[in-house]
Every structure is written in C-alpha cells, then in structure tokens.
C-alpha cells in the first residue's frame, strides 16, 4: 500500500544496482489545458539521484509515515495544478469548484485543500477573494454615499452595506433615525472614507451587510491602509492590537485589509468633540495639531513595511495551514 501511495505521489525507488535510487516519476500526464505545471513535472521523469545509508533509512521512515497517514491524506490532501484527485469512482461525486473530468480522473484546476461535503468534492483555493463570515471585523472603504446606506468595498465579490439604523449616532443617543440624519449622512461619513464595521448578516441577493454599533468601530483616520491577501490574516479573538511602545493601533481586517494607524483612546463622541474644537482653537492660533507628527508617520510606515515583508514571505501560514489538514 505504500508503494502504491509513493507512485501516487510520483515517486518510486529505483534499486536496479547496488546503490539505491529515489526517482521521481511525474504522478500526472501533461495536457494543454494544464501544460505549464504539468510540463515541468514531465521533465522531471527519470531523474535518479543516490541516497546514502542514512537517507535511505529516513525515506523508508517517510514511507512508513505515508502509509499510516495515507486514509487521511486521501481525503484531506493538498494539491497544486493538474494533481489527480483520489476519489472512489463505484460511489456517486459531485464535482465542485476547482475540480475538472480529465481523461477519467479528478484533476485539480486550482492550488489549495481537497474538500469533501458528503458528495461534493472540491478544492479549497488559499489565493483567493474574501468569503465573509458572521462576526467577522473588515474594515472598508466608502465608495457611495446612498438613501439610508453607505456602500463600502471589502474586497468581496459585492459592495456591503452599512445602513443608516446600524451604527451609533454622532450624540451616542439611542433614536430612531430622523429624515434630518439622513441629510447630515456626509457629515459622519463620505467617499474614500476607510470605516471598521463588522459583518452583521447576509441578503437575499447574496449582499452583505455591516453594522458599527460599538464604539470601537467607526471611522479610521491618521494612518495607513494596507491591502494583503485574505487567507494570512486568520479569525481570532482579538483584531484590535494596541502597540504601546509606538503608540499605534492595528486592526487586522479579515478581508484583507489592515489598518495602521495613530492611537486614539476614546471613540466617545464627547471626547472626539472636545478634540476637533481644540484642533479648531490651535489653528485659529497658528499651530495645526491636526497633523500626525513626524516620528508617528514614521513608526507607521515601518510597522507597515514589516507586515509588508511578511506577506512576502506569507509568515509560513499557507504552510502552517497544509499541515494542519495532513495531520488531522
């Protein structure tokens, strides 16, 4: 059984001489539709190379790993372009997305995770758009100011909406929402305005709608937006971080947006208040604190540089993740 789960994965040992061999044979037969990925591993056929005592100690080691894992490796196993996917054809499957009929077999079109729904077998893409959740914190921009709603861009297949009856007042007083709000809408937010909010639900039409009820959302000034790919930032806890060494905050939005701004201790409208007249009063006299000091753009622009590299080098989470569904 391992030796055919080795030929499944493209390897086999050559021990036609005296000195072992570890050949890779190439699991998969190019074809034009997947020639790229394919080609490369039919170049890779007949390529031999010698294995020490000790190498050949940890390879029988890893054929036995294979074997005791190979049940679960069927069913939970990462594939990349043009892999055959191990399916039991005597039972019905559906094909789902990332998955085509090749020559007979299951092949995957896409990079990522078998799935299985009963059923349905499908690839889990790990470079993929954002896929909302219930609960979860984005954070988004304005891009239409419209009847009782803003339209945000949160990186998903659709505009959310945040309603006019979702989010707290400017006065923090719990009202029904009057025509004059609805007049005063650009006041609290208009276009380009980046806005934390969280997932509340979804529409009949496959929408999605926001709602920013808690004080710790609302709109994101004096700092940077950065845009990462959606499967590195995972759901957790807590979104919300507080650098105090630098004085910065950092959300990490799930659908890929991440937030780095100027700390600001309250969103209490009492104390965002008392801070605009005290910013109207210093310009009045010539100083404008309205701007983000000098050492804060600074520790901003490096702490973005740093989740930058990161994503560059994706923090070893796709990784992290493939293991994970191995060894479950």
Same mark, same amino acid.
């Given at each position: ?34 020639? +790229? &990925?394919?080609?490369?591993?039919? #170049?890779?056929?007949? *390529?031999?190379?010698?294995? $020490? %005592?000790?190498?050949?100690?940890? !390879? ?80 988004? +921009? &304005?891009?239409?100011?419209?009847? #009782?709603?803003?339209? *945000?861009?949160?990186?998903? $297949? %659709?505009?959310?909406?945040?309603? !006019? ?164």
């Amino acid at each position: 059984m391992g030796g055919n789960l080795i030929e499944a994965l493209g390897f086999k040992v050559s021990s036609s001489s005296s000195l072992p061999f570890f050949c890779f044979t190439g699991g998969v037969t190019p074809k034009s539709s997947l020639c +790229r &990925v394919a080609d490369n591993k039919e #170049k890779m056929r007949g *390529l031999k190379l010698p294995l $020490s %005592q000790t190498q050949r100690v940890r !390879l029988q080691r890893a054929f036995e790993k294979l074997q005791s894992l190979s049940a679960k490796a069927n069913s939970d196993a990462s594939v990349t372009v043009a892999d055959t996917i191990p399916v039991n054809y005597e039972d019905a499957f559906l094909k789902g997305y990332g998955t085509t009929d090749l020559n007979g077999e299951l092949v995957a079109t896409v990079c990522g995770v078998v799935e299985r729904v009963n059923k349905l077998v499908y690839v889990r893409a790990l470079r993929a758009r954002y896929k909302p959740e219930v609960g979860d914190v984005v954070v988004g +921009r &304005v891009v239409e100011v419209a009847q #009782k709603r803003w339209r *945000l861009e949160i990186n998903f $297949s %659709q505009d959310a909406v945040l309603m !006019l009856s979702s989010m707290n007042m400017p006065d923090g007083i719990q009202r029904r929402r009057t025509a004059l709000d609805e007049l005063n809408m650009r006041s609290i937010f208009e276009e380009n305005d980046i806005v934390c909010a969280e997932v509340r639900n979804f529409q009949h039409d496959g929408s999605l709608q926001l709602q920013a009820r808690s004080q710790k959302y609302g709109k994101l000034e004096k700092g940077q937006l950065l845009i990462i790919d959606p499967y590195l930032v995972r759901k957790s806890k807590q979104h919300f971080h507080h650098l105090e060494q630098f004085g910065i905050d950092l959300i990490l939005g799930r659908n890929g947006y991440i937030w780095i701004g100027e700390h600001v201790e309250a969103r209490d409208s009492v104390v965002i208040d008392q801070a605009k007249s005290i910013e109207q009063s210093t310009v009045v006299e010539g100083i404008n604190r309205a701007y983000t000091p000098l050492e804060m753009r600074q520790n901003i622009c490096r702490i973005a540089n740093a989740i930058r590299v990161l994503t560059i080098l994706e923090m070893e989470a796709e990784r992290r993740s493939l293991t994970t569904k191995r060894k479950r």
